[in-house]
């Protein structure tokens, strides 16, 4: 007599699929891009170390209309106001700034991460 007895069969997790190649995937402009004139500066206003004057500013957003943030290109300077916002170049935490390029919010805040790496590199460098 055989009852036939259930034959349990295990389930076999399949071995991890092996190894991938880690593939390096580098994402938009190359570091430090926003410390100087970007790809899209055509034309600048000459500029003074402080805010823009009003005059200064329409002269940017004009700019930025024309050729966009001088960055990444994009025309639309993303901010509630709707101005473009007025990027000094050299950016002044770096040296004396000699002129203004319109900068979209995104361009400017990246520049703001970018100045600090910059001014930390150049104070290890002193060193
Ligand atoms: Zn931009």
Do not use: W, Y
Not at 52 to 66: G, S
Not at 71 to 77: A, D, E, F, I, Q
Request: hydrophobic share 30%; aromatic share 2%.
């Amino acid at each position: 007599m055989g009852d036939g007895g259930v034959l349990f069969v295990g389930k076999v997790v399949a071995g991890a699929t092996g190894g991938g190649k880690g593939g390096k995937t580098t994402r938009g402009p190359p570091k430090g891009e926003t410390l100087k004139p970007g790809a899209f500066a055509k034309e600048s206003i000459p500029a003074q170390p402080g805010r823009p004057t009003a005059a200064q500013q329409r002269e940017v957003n004009a700019l930025m209309k024309r050729n966009g943030c001088h960055t990444c290109g994009t025309k639309n300077p993303g901010n509630t106001s709707g101005n473009a916002v007025a990027d000094h170049q050299p950016p002044k935490a770096l040296a004396e700034p000699t002129e203004f390029l319109p900068h979209c919010i995104d361009c400017a805040r990246r520049q703001g991460g970018e100045v600090v790496q910059a001014l930390r590199a150049r104070r290890k460098a002193d060193r």
